[in-house]
């Protein structure tokens, strides 16, 4: 992976923000319900990184 070039250079308070998941468990392999799981990951995923970050954060970054 690399590092865009704008971030090469950062001076100042900066932050890593590293989000996963994971289940423990076997099941049986059914699509449907590994979609809906992995929906749910995403979400929560997501929400978990719209409360670390500020609007601020966003604007800058993209």
């Known amino acids: 992976m690399r ?3 704008r971030f090469e250079k950062v001076n100042g308070p900066h932050a890593i923000i590293d989000t996963d998941a994971s289940q423990v ?3 049986p392999f059914d699509m449907e319900q ?3 799981r992995l929906d749910m990951l995403h979400t929560r ?3 978990a990184f719209d409360a670390s ?3 601020h954060a ?3 970054w993209q």
């Open 3 to 5: 590092v865009p070039e």
């Open 25 to 27: 468990g076997r099941q």
């Open 34 to 36: 590994l979609r809906v």
């Open 45 to 47: 995923i997501r929400m």
């Open 53 to 55: 970050v500020s609007e």
């Open 58 to 60: 966003l604007k800058v």
